[in-house]
C-alpha cells in the first residue's frame, strides 16, 4: 500500500485512480473541477484542497493532465509549482501525454529537487484506463521504473521501458502518428472500395487477416456498421477524440522540426484531422476522419 | 486431380504451379522464358510450346502476370487470345494483380465466349505462395468460386469472395495501398524517434503490442537489425519490390480517379515510392521507402 | 477568309467561334445542344445537321470538347468518326484538354488519312476567348503550326510551339497542375494570414509584388473580397470549375505515372479538389478550394 | 542623417548596413564574426565592442539575425539583454525572419522599456539587399512606421505595412510558404513535361506568360539552363538557402498549429525540402529542391 497524490481526474485520470483505489492503495486526490474530485471520494479517495495540499505526505505523485503548458505549470510554477513541495523520498509519474522538451526540463528540474521522476505516457483510451490494461511508454532511469512497477501494473498490462527522460513521450507520438496515418489511409481504402460497390465489412475482413491489417481494420473500424462496438457505429461518439489525435500530431510535427526529420505522411494527416475539426467533428471520435472522403458516412 | 494450364511462372506463379504439382494435379506449363518452364518441368509439369497449347485440354486455367496488358493480351488478342481456345466447361482463375477496369473487360470477354472466370489476386509474397499460405482476394460468382476452391486451397490459407468480377482487384488495391501508406508512416516514426535517440528495436517492440501495431512492425520491420528475417536485415534485398508496389499505389490512384475518389495518403505514399525508386532503389523491397527519411540506414 | 468547321460550343468554344466570325471567315458549326448551334447561328454561323456535315467542305476543322472520350469518338468513332470524311487539303486543330496519349494517337489516325493536325489547347479561360487574347498552346509540326497561325491569331494573343503531337497537351497539364496547387497554396496562406488577425486585401497586396505573386494573388484571388471582380467575390460563381481543375490534375496524374514520375504536391491538390468537389463545391470556380482551410469563406 | 546601431551583418546585413551608409547615416555595427564588422568598417561604419556599445547613443536600432532565439536573446537575456540600454527616444526595427510570437513578445517588452518597436521582415534576397530594392513587411503602429520609413527606403523599394506586432512575421511566412510551394510544384511541372519529351526553356516560357506564372517562372527558374542568371544555371549556388526555406515552413507550420490551421501543401513542402537537406543539398538554393523529382538535373 502506497499514499499516492493523484492529481488529473479526466477521463483517463478517473478510471487509473479507480483501479489504484481498488489495489488498496491510499490516494489523495486533486482536480480543477470539483465534480471530478466528488466523484474520487466516492470511489474512496480524499480530497485535497490544492495539488499542493495533495502531495505534501505522498510517496508517489501521478498526474495525468491534458498538455505541456499544464504539466509545466503544474511542477514548475513559481509560486504554485509542486516540485519543492514533493517529499525527497517520493517517486513522481507523469502520465499525460505532452511534448518531448517539456519532459525532459521537468525532469531535469525535479532531479535538482533531488526527485526521482518518469515520463509515463500511456496507450488503450478510457477502456484500456478502466480495464486497467494501459500500455506505459516510460523514459526515464530503468531504476526509477523498477519503483514505479509495482503502481503501474495496477492500472496497466505493459510497461516499456523506452530511454531516459523524455523518450516515453517520444515513443508515444511515434506510435500514435503512426496510429492516425493507418486510420485515415484505412478510411481512404474502405472509401475507395465502397465506391467501387464493395461491401466495407466484407472488404475490412479480408484486410484484417491480411497485410494491412492494423488496430483501425481490427478494433475501432472507421466505417459505420462493421463493428458493432466501434465508436463508427454509434455517431463516431465516444473513443479518441479527433482533437486529442490533432494535439499530438502535432506535438510529433513540433519532434520532427526539432531534430529536422521529415514526416510527409503524419504530417499530411495531422492536416487531415485539422480539417475534419473545422468541419466540426473536432469532439467525435478520430476515425470520424473518414468523412473527409467518403459520401454519406 | 484436374488438368490445369498455368501460365506464368514468375516469382509468384512458380511456386504456385509446384504446390499444384504436389497436391497431385497435371500441369502444363507454359512462360516467355524458357528457364521458368524447365524449372516447373522438373517440379512435375509439363510444357506446353505456346499458351494455347497450354490451354486445350484444360479443366483449369490459371493465369499469373505482371500487368494489366499482359493479361489483355493473353486472352483478348485478336489473333493469339485464349478465350476461343479454351474448352467450354473450363474453369479460368486469374491471380494477376491488375486494373479493376481490365478485370471486368477480360470477364466479360470470357462470358461471352460461355466462360466461367473469376479475378482472383493474392496476397502473402513470394513466401506465402511458397509455403501455400496465400490469401486469396476473389471477385466473381459465387457458384464459379466454388467451382475454384478446390484448386485454391492448394495454393493458399484463407479465401475472402468479396464481390462481382473486378472486385478482387479493387479489395487488394484498397489492401495494398493500406499497406504501402502503413510501411512508409512506420518508417517515419522509426526515423523520427531514433533521431530523437530512441532504439529502434525498442521502439517497434512497444509499437508492435500498441495501437500502431501492423504488418510493417511485426513481419516486415523497415529498420535494419529490427527483425533478422525481415528484407531490412539483409540489405532490403527479397520481399515485395519497391517498383511493384508504386505498380499497385498507381492502380490504385486510377481506381479512385474512375469513381471521383480522394485518397490523399495513398497518392502522398505513390509519390514516395516513386521518388525512391527515382534514388535507384526501384528493385530493393518496398520497406526501403525508409531511406527517404532516415539517415544512415 | 477560311472556311471552318467548328465542333463543340460551349462556354470556351461558342466565343471561340464568334471571334473567328467577326474576323470574317465563314463558319460551319456544329453541337450536341441545340441551343448552342442557335446561339452560334445568330452570330453569324451556317448549322450544321452533324459534325460529319460540318466538315465536308471545310479547310479547317476545329473542335472544343470537354474530354478524351469525346475527342477519340468525334474523330475516330468506326461508324462516325470524322477523319474519311475531312478534304485531304484541309487542317486539323483540336482545342480540347484531353489526355496527351489520346491526342498522339488520334493525330497518328489523321496522318494515316492524310491529315495534318495539331494540338493547340487554351490557357485564358472564358474571359481570354470572349476578348480573344487566349494562349494556345501547341502539339505537332512546325509547319502545320505555321498554317495554323493565321486562324489562331483570331482566337489568342499568344502562341506557343512546344513540341510534337501530344506536347501541347503535355504542356497544358504541366500548367494546370502548377495553377492547382498555387491557387490553393495561397488560399492556406490568406486563411494562415486571417487567422493571425491579418487583412486579406493587405495580404494578397504585399504578396501580389513579392517572390510569391502568381495570377491567384494577382487576377483570381480565392478570398471574398479582395478582387472585386474575382470569382471569390461574387460566391465563387462563374471562372474555371473545380470539378475541371479536378479533371486537368487526373491528367497530370495520369501523365506522371505514365512515365514514372514524382507529383507530389500535384496529387495531394489533386485530392484538395476531389474533396472539395465531395463537399459540393464542383460547380464552383476552383479558387472555392480555400473552404477546405479557411473559416467563414 | 541618423546615428544607426546595426546588429547582424551577415549575407543580409552587410549589404543592408552599406547602404545605409552610402544614404549619409552613421553606422555603429556589431557582428559576432569579427571579419563581418570588419568588412562594414571598411565600407563606412564605425565597430562597437558589444551589442550594448553598438546601441548606447543611437537613435535607430536595426537588428537582422539568423532565427527567434538570436532575436529573443539580444534583446531580452537577462544580463546582455538591449532593452535597458536603448535610448529612450530610440525606435528598433528588427528585420529578422522570426516566429511571430517570438516578435510579439520581444515588442511588448520593448515598450515597457518605452521603446517604439516594429518587425520588418524583407523580402528580396542578398542580390535585392544590395541593390536597395528590399520589401519590407512591417508589423507595428503606424506612427512607429512612419518614423522608421525615411531609414527602410534606403535599403529597399516597398514597404506595407500589414498589421499590429508580429504581423510582420505572419505575412512573411504566408508568402514564404506559398514561395516554398510554388517553387516545389514549378519544378515538378518542369520534371513532368521533360519527361514526355518537352524542352524545358520553351515550357517554362509558355508557363511563364500563363495562368502558372510566378517568380519561379520568370526569375529563379529551378531547372538548369533555363534562366542564365538563376542558382539553377550555376549548379544551384547563391540564392536563398534550402535549408532557410526549410526553416520558414517550420514557422509557418508553428504558426498553423498555435491557431489550428491547416496548411497541407505548406507542410507537405516542409518536407520536401527536409528531404532535400537530407540528400545533402541543404546549402544550395532553395530551387533544388527540384532534385528530388527529376533524373538528371
Chains 1, 2, 3, 4 share one sequence.
Not at 481498488?22 to 471530478?36: C, E, I
Not at 510517496?59 to 499544464?70: F, G, K, T, Y
Not at 475482413?205 to 456498421?225: D, I, K, L, Y
Request: a negative charge.
Amino acid at each position: 500500500m502506497s499514499r499516492i497524490a493523484f492529481i488529473g481526474l479526466g477521463n483517463m485520470g478517473a478510471p487509473m485512480a479507480a483501479n489504484l483505489l481498488k489495489a488498496g492503495h491510499a490516494l489523495r486526490v486533486f482536480d480543477l473541477t470539483p465534480a471530478a474530485v466528488d466523484a474520487a471520494v466516492v470511489a474512496g479517495g480524499v480530497a485535497a484542497t490544492s495539488a499542493i495540499d495533495a502531495v505534501v505526505d505522498a510517496d508517489i505523485v501521478i498526474s495525468m493532465l491534458p498538455a505541456s503548458r499544464h504539466v509545466e505549470g503544474l511542477y514548475l510554477d513559481a509560486s504554485s509549482g509542486l516540485l519543492p513541495h514533493i517529499p525527497a523520498h517520493a517517486l513522481v509519474i507523469d502520465c499525460s501525454t505532452i511534448a518531448p522538451a517539456t519532459a525532459r526540463k521537468v525532469a531535469e528540474a525535479a532531479a535538482k529537487h533531488g526527485l526521482a521522476m518518469i515520463d509515463a505516457p500511456v496507450s488503450g483510451g478510457t477502456a484500456g484506463a478502466a480495464a486497467g490494461t494501459l500500455t506505459f511508454i516510460v523514459g526515464g532511469e530503468a531504476t526509477t521504473l523498477e519503483r514505479a512497477r509495482p503502481i503501474l501494473v495496477n492500472m496497466g498490462k505493459n510497461i516499456f521501458h523506452v530511454g531516459s527522460s523524455g523518450a516515453g513521450q517520444v515513443a508515444k507520438l511515434c506510435n500514435n502518428m503512426a496510429l492516425g496515418v493507418i486510420m485515415a489511409v484505412t478510411g481512404e481504402a474502405l472509401a475507395l472500395g465502397v465506391s467501387h460497390g464493395l461491401d466495407a465489412k466484407v472488404l475490412s475482413q479480408m484486410m484484417a487477416v491480411s497485410t494491412a491489417r492494423s488496430w483501425a481494420t481490427e478494433v475501432c473500424n472507421p466505417w459505420p456498421g462493421v463493428l458493432e462496438n466501434a465508436p463508427a457505429s454509434r455517431g463516431y461518439t465516444g473513443g479518441f477524440g479527433n482533437d486529442l489525435m490533432l494535439k499530438d500530431l502535432g506535438l510529433a510535427a513540433e519532434a520532427a522540426m526539432s531534430v529536422g526529420a521529415s514526416i510527409p505522411l503524419g504530417e499530411l494527416a495531422r492536416n487531415l484531422y485539422a480539417m475534419n475539426s473545422r468541419a466540426g467533428h473536432g469532439g467525435l471520435d478520430f476515425s470520424s476522419v473518414v468523412k473527409l472522403v467518403a459520401k454519406d458516412v
